[in-house]
């Protein structure tokens, strides 16, 4: 009796001290006003736009493992001699940023269970974030007005590429000291600043002495705040913009379907938090990753081989493998061309296309209305065949980047191989583009025949004649209304030959990329009610039939 009455006591202040302190803020800030309408939001509960929860729960992991691991890590590379738990590394001379690496995961309460999973969470987060950009690039939720959230996408993807590989490189064992000095070379490339920026972030030559301090404080302190402060920012937009929705009934480019916040969202986002946080922590309880101990310490005069980086800097490693070995000398400089194009010209050209794509596309559209309807990738054939033959590219070069030991394991020469991989990067990208854009063309084609015959329904029937055929069935309205519900835009009309080159260039890329489809057959009554849900938000009435 005296416990519940206790009990009861502290739930009452405990409520008081809350209504208290939310009154006094809710009297200087619209806080009401602004949970009402946060609460009330409504969410998508398709399964492919919980990629970006992923990405942010990967990302609270993230942050909990590296303040626990700030606190034992030294980003020091003086040298001592090691007397720790480890005894084959004993009394070999090593940097302290090894040593307390090496302490964290030997003698430290739980230190390599940290490490694992925050490694683990790196790999999730870049993996969650990668793909989430890509369902963005083919449902075409990049455009307007969404153009600015995809500049910070790819803003985000680029920092949290920085991120992993400060991450990977702190540890100052051989297999990241072979990564930072790949770095070193990438930086001495560049055409006349490449040495003094090289001594600059070095001090000096490589290795250098300072540059640890520098990286750790970037990993630690300078990224993680760009990347929550773009992740707000990401999160303010989507909530204000709302979210892209597949086509159906009653969905349109003026309004949002889905479940509201409170409860079905928290509650499902809740679980899924966990659910990343229990894989992680299972992943960095049972699979081993980066184990530091079996490289060793960096040495200026050794090199790890028979491993390879992350796969997210992967695509770099083998672009380099594959360049050629082209060098110019040029006023007195020499171009380092083997490696200022793969590691400077290819990822700055990835990116600039990432960046400009969204504007790009418009451009050749002209178009300049709202757009909130998911486009299916079979329904814009040209788009999807180019981000799949640019997956197909970033494949061979991932592979690429471990030529070596492909070669040991199938017995082949390495030059050999790699002249299969230049090959591959060359017509790997073609021969997608062109299958990937002839089977979004065949969907297209099987659903006209859908929308003529009906489907298949399995029943088999004799004619009076004896001849066999089976019955087909009509498709139902909704799934009619998922066919013909398609966003996508018509080719501008021809130029005259009169007009600029530019002008003649955009009309022939327009044709080019939205003039492959199949036209498929459309009721008058589900014309208008697909151009009435497809009207953009700022137009006061939909054209006229």
Request: net charge neutral.
């Given at each position: 009796?005296?416990?519940?009455?206790?009990?009861?006591?502290?739930?009452?202040?405990a409520?008081?001290?809350?209504?208290?302190?939310?009154?006094?803020?809710?009297?200087?800030?619209?806080?009401?006003?602004?949970?009402?309408?946060?609460?009330?939001?409504?969410?998508?509960?398709?399964?492919?736009?919980?990629?970006?929860?992923?990405?942010?729960?990967?990302?609270?992991?993230?942050?909990?493992?590296?303040?626990?691991?700030?606190?034992?890590?030294?980003?020091?590379?003086?040298?001592?001699?090691?007397?720790?738990?480890?005894?084959?590394?004993?009394?070999?001379?090593?940097s302290?940023?090894?040593?307390?690496?090496?302490?964290?995961?030997?003698?430290?309460?739980?230190?390599?269970?940290?490490?694992?999973i925050?490694?683990w969470?790196a790999?999730?987060?870049?993996?969650?974030?990668?793909?989430?950009?890509?369902?963005?690039?083919?449902?075409?939720?990049?455009?307007?007005?969404?153009?600015?959230?995809?500049?910070?996408?790819?803003?985000?993807?680029?920092?949290?590429?920085?991120?992993?590989?400060?991450?990977?490189?702190l540890?100052?064992?051989?297999?990241?000291?072979?990564?930072?000095?790949t770095?070193?070379?990438?930086?001495?490339?560049?055409?006349?600043?490449?040495?003094?920026?090289?001594?600059?972030?070095?001090?000096?030559?490589?290795?250098?002495?300072?540059?640890?301090?520098?990286?750790?404080?970037?990993h630690?302190?300078?990224?993680?705040?760009?990347?929550?402060?773009?992740?707000?920012?990401?999160?303010?937009?989507?909530?204000?913009?709302?979210?892209?929705?597949?086509?159906?009934?009653?969905?349109?480019?003026?309004n949002?379907?889905?479940?509201?916040?409170?409860?079905?969202?928290?509650?499902k986002?809740?679980?899924?938090?966990?659910?990343?946080?229990?894989?992680?922590?299972?992943?960095?309880?049972?699979?081993?990753?980066?184990?530091?101990?079996a490289?060793?310490?960096?040495?200026?005069?050794?090199?790890s081989?028979?491993?390879?980086?992350?796969?997210?800097?992967?695509?770099?490693?083998?672009?380099?493998?594959?360049?050629?070995p082209?060098?110019?000398?040029?006023?007195?400089?020499?171009?380092?061309?083997?490696?200022?194009?793969?590691?400077?010209?290819?990822?700055?050209?990835?990116?600039?296309?990432?960046?400009?794509?969204?504007?790009?596309?418009r451009?050749?559209?002209?178009?300049?209305?709202?757009?909130?309807?998911?486009?299916?990738?079979?329904?814009?054939?040209?788009?999807?065949?180019?981000?799949?033959?640019?997956?197909?590219?970033?494949?061979?070069?991932?592979?690429?980047?471990?030529?070596?030991?492909?070669?040991?394991?199938?017995?082949?020469?390495?030059?050999?191989?790699?002249?299969?991989?230049?090959?591959?990067?060359?017509?790997?990208?073609?021969?997608?583009?062109?299958?990937?854009?002839?089977?979004?063309?065949?969907?297209?084609?099987?659903?006209?025949?859908?929308?003529?015959?009906?489907r298949?329904?399995?029943?088999v029937?004799?004619?009076?004649?004896g001849?066999?055929?089976?019955?087909?069935?009509?498709?139902?309205?909704?799934?009619?209304?998922?066919?013909?519900?398609r966003?996508?835009?018509?080719?501008?009309?021809?130029?005259?030959?009169?007009?600029?080159?530019?002008?003649?260039?955009?009309?022939?890329?327009?044709?080019?990329?939205?003039?492959?489809?199949?036209?498929?057959?459309?009721?008058?009554?589900?014309?208008?009610?697909?151009?009435?849900?497809?009207?953009?938000?700022?137009?006061?009435?939909?054209?006229?039939?």
């Open positions: 009796m005296l416990f519940r009455r206790t009990t009861e006591r502290v739930e009452r202040n409520r008081h001290v809350t209504l208290s302190a939310y009154t006094a803020v809710d009297g200087r800030a619209p806080v009401s006003e602004a949970l009402k309408t946060l609460l009330r939001k409504a969410f998508p509960d398709h399964w492919s736009f919980l990629l970006g929860e992923i990405a942010l729960y990967s990302l609270v992991v993230l942050v909990l493992t590296g303040t626990y691991l700030t606190m034992y890590f030294e980003p020091s590379m003086s040298r001592r001699i090691y007397d720790g738990s480890y005894a084959p590394l004993r009394g070999l001379t090593m302290d940023a090894y040593a307390s690496t090496l302490n964290i995961s030997f003698d430290v309460r739980g230190g390599l269970l940290i490490r694992q925050h490694h969470g790999l999730v987060f870049l993996a969650a974030l990668g793909a989430h950009l890509l369902r963005v690039f083919f449902t075409g939720a990049f455009r307007r007005p969404r153009e600015g959230n995809w500049v910070i996408g790819v803003t985000l993807f680029m920092l949290a590429l920085l991120e992993g590989f400060g991450g990977y490189s540890p100052d064992d051989l297999l990241s000291g072979t990564g930072l000095r770095a070193n070379t990438i930086v001495l490339s560049l055409p006349v600043v490449g040495t003094y920026l090289g001594f600059f972030l070095w001090g000096g030559s490589f290795p250098g002495h300072i540059l640890l301090t520098r990286l750790y404080t970037v630690v302190l300078f990224v993680p705040g760009l990347l929550i402060a773009l992740i707000g920012l990401h999160l303010l937009l989507v909530v204000y913009l709302k979210h892209t929705q597949w086509p159906a009934p009653g969905r349109t480019n003026r949002a379907v889905g479940q509201p916040m409170f409860p079905h969202f928290i509650a986002s809740t679980g899924l938090f966990l659910m990343v946080f229990a894989v992680l922590t299972l992943l960095g309880g049972l699979a081993q990753i980066n184990p530091i101990w490289f060793g310490p960096f040495r200026g005069d050794q090199d081989t028979d491993v390879q980086p992350d796969w997210y800097v992967g695509f770099l490693e083998g672009a380099l493998r594959l360049m050629p082209w060098e110019t000398n040029l006023a007195g400089h020499t171009l380092m061309w083997n490696v200022l194009v793969p590691a400077v010209v290819l990822p700055g050209l990835l990116f600039l296309v990432l960046y400009a794509y969204p504007f790009f596309e451009w050749l559209t002209g178009d300049l209305t709202e757009h909130h309807l998911c486009d299916r990738p079979r329904d814009v054939p040209t788009r999807t065949a180019l981000g799949v033959a640019a997956l197909v590219g970033y494949a061979v070069l991932l592979a690429a980047g471990g030529n070596d030991v492909f070669a040991s394991l199938f017995q082949v020469s390495v030059g050999a191989l790699t002249w299969i991989f230049r090959v591959g990067l060359v017509l790997g990208p073609i021969v997608a583009f062109l299958v990937t854009k002839r089977i979004c063309l065949a969907m297209q084609d099987h659903e006209r025949q859908l929308l003529v015959a009906g298949e329904s399995g029943y029937v004799q004619s009076v004649y001849g066999l055929r089976e019955t087909h069935e009509p498709l139902s309205a909704d799934h009619r209304y998922r066919v013909l519900a966003d996508v835009p018509t080719p501008l009309p021809p130029a005259d030959a009169a007009a600029p080159r530019l002008a003649r260039l955009r009309v022939a890329l327009s044709a080019w990329y939205f003039g492959d489809r199949v036209e498929l057959p459309v009721t008058r009554a589900e014309h208008r009610q697909i151009e009435d849900a497809e009207r953009s938000p700022i137009e006061r009435r939909s054209t006229p039939w």
